[in-house]
């Protein structure tokens, strides 16, 4: 695997996005180096992908552009914090403005949602993944190791792969206090009322209409466990009501006033409206998501990759914002059938694709780029290097990859396969699809790894393709057919 000049990468960066002056904001994702800035005319993304190590450039909802760079990010981030002095990639600009500021259209509403609740799920990954890994650790120990379920090791260890999903919520309102500009320990606080002991046993002891009183306000009992919308939709409105909090109440005693004063209002707020909304919007959404199931199982899956691979490429990042949906299923059902296993079909196919390209293209470039590729994919669930680096860039193997992975999509919604665990869509992870109520499923995934195996290989070795050694040739969303014509 290459290395890199870091250093230099992040000053050519900051060159090219018209300079520190013109950074509002920086953060980053698992692959991504997000930079907001101040006048996108300034930003020349022509330059920037031709950058060495650079995979592809975006531009996102926000003045936000998006350079691709696969697992070197961490690295990169680093050199650009001290390159340009911005430190933890907080200098805010709350997206939500995007949701309520000026006339939008239906489809930028849209994106700005996706855009918003990516980045709200984007810094909770490594928790589930977490809660991923210590499952898998548990699958492997009861059956190769003789770990005892009974003894104390396994219970800690299934209260680290539980409390993640458990404690959801807290982790997204720290998120959302710092996109909605909120202070974390009042957005902790207030999502803490809803998780406390005492609100669980006032829902479990229930009443015959499902509500109580709270100063004869009705209060919808529920809880809230696992739930994301509840608690952003709360965050979200804290927020308006701590600006205005601010406005009306004196310096002399807005110190112990104001947080009083926001939580109590917030309190009955989030209690009788925000937090109901939200548990019976993420009700009705799991309501559809089983309507679909029962009566065409085979379809959600398929459905949500041919949008991620058409429609879903001009919103990036919106994967980020459908993992409530998988939380959900975690909780309520004890399995994942629909993300993780989407994302199984976006992961396992370009590693493949990666891997075959490897072995056939004649190109140095083309093997620097695509072997590191094919691991990032295969054995670290993370497909954006082959996706920028050799997709786009050899339009023949997006269809190629496109073909695999809806055909996968379609195998798995046929066959019912099933994640057990947050984090089975990639190898090392295999074990994540085996429970002991169903160990078929395991068999189900294999097969699946194995035809996409098979697909892409038939695909990469019996098509006409060069890997150009330009980079005129990289493009910024799914090709056209028009790219398919070979270069003169």
Same mark, same amino acid.
Do not use: R
């Given at each position: 695997m290459a290395k890199f000049d870091f250093k230099k990468m992040a000053n050519d960066v900051i060159e090219f996005v018209g300079g520190v002056e013109n950074i509002t904001k920086i953060n980053h994702c698992a692959t991504r180096l997000r930079v907001n800035v101040k006048d996108m005319g300034k930003v020349d993304k022509a330059a920037i992908k031709k950058i060495d190590g650079v995979f592809g450039c975006e531009e996102a909802p926000g003045n936000e552009i998006q350079v691709i760079v696969g697992q070197i990010i961490e690295d990169l981030f680093f050199a650009?914090? #001290?390159?340009? +002095?911005? /430190?933890?990639?907080? $200098?805010?600009?709350?997206?939500? #403005?995007?949701? $309520? @500021?000026? #006339? #939008? =259209? $239906? +489809?930028?509403?849209? &994106? *700005?949602?996706?855009?918003?609740?990516?980045?709200?799920?984007?810094?909770?990954?490594?928790?589930?993944?977490?809660?991923?890994?210590? *499952?898998?650790?548990? %699958? !492997? @120990? %009861? /059956? !190769?190791?003789?770990?005892? %379920?009974? =003894? *104390?090791?396994?219970?800690? &260890?299934?209260?680290? =792969?539980?409390a993640p999903f458990y404690f959801l919520p807290m982790f997204v309102a720290y998120t959302s206090a710092r996109k909605f500009e909120v202070e974390v320990p009042l957005a902790l606080l207030l999502c803490g009322i809803l998780l406390y002991p005492g609100w669980v046993d006032l829902v479990n002891a229930g009443s015959e209409t499902g509500f109580a009183s709270y100063f004869g306000i009705p209060v919808y009992l529920c809880t809230y466990n696992s739930s994301t919308l509840p608690i952003v939709l709360s965050v979200w409105v804290m927020s308006k009501i701590d600006k205005f909090l601010i406005k009306i109440i004196p310096n002399t005693v807005r110190y112990f006033l104001k947080p009083v004063c926001l939580i109590f209002i917030m309190s009955i707020i989030t209690l009788s409206l925000t937090g109901p909304l939200g548990y019976l919007i993420t009700d009705y959404v799991a309501a559809g998501i089983n309507f679909v199931r029962t009566h065409a199982r085979w379809l959600t899956v398929p459905a949500i990759y041919l949008f991620s691979m058409t429609f879903g490429m001009f919103a990036p990042g919106f994967h980020l914002a459908l993992i409530p949906i998988a939380t959900a299923n975690f909780a309520q059902l004890g399995y994942d059938d629909i993300i993780n296993i989407w994302f199984f079909s976006g992961t396992t196919v370009p590693g493949f694709t990666a891997l075959w390209f490897t072995l056939k293209t004649k190109s140095v470039k083309g093997k620097n780029v695509g072997l590191p590729a094919a691991i990032s994919a295969l054995f670290g669930g993370i497909s954006e290097p082959t996706t920028y680096g050799i997709c786009y860039r050899v339009p023949t193997l997006w269809l190629v990859n496109a073909i695999a992975g809806f055909t996968l999509a379609v195998y798995n919604g046929i066959v019912g396969t099933k994640a057990y665990a947050y984090g089975a869509y990639y190898l090392t992870n295999l074990p994540l699809f085996y429970s002991d109520a169903d160990p078929g499923n395991l068999t189900k995934a294999i097969i699946g790894v194995v035809i996409v195996a098979v697909i892409t290989f038939v695909g990469v070795f019996f098509t006409d393709w060069e890997y150009p050694e330009d980079d005129d040739r990289i493009v910024a969303g799914p090709p056209t057919l028009a790219l398919f014509k070979k270069k003169k």
């Open positions: 650009f914090e #001290k390159e340009t +002095g911005l /430190k933890g990639g907080v $200098v805010d600009e709350v997206l939500d #403005k995007d949701l $309520v @500021g000026g #006339k #939008k =259209s $239906v +489809g930028q509403l849209f &994106l *700005s949602y996706l855009q918003m609740m990516a980045g709200i799920m984007a810094p909770v990954i490594p928790t589930l993944i977490i809660a991923g890994f210590m *499952s898998l650790i548990l %699958t !492997l @120990g %009861t /059956k !190769l190791f003789g770990l005892d %379920t009974t =003894s *104390s090791t396994y219970q800690i &260890l299934n209260n680290i =792969s539980q």
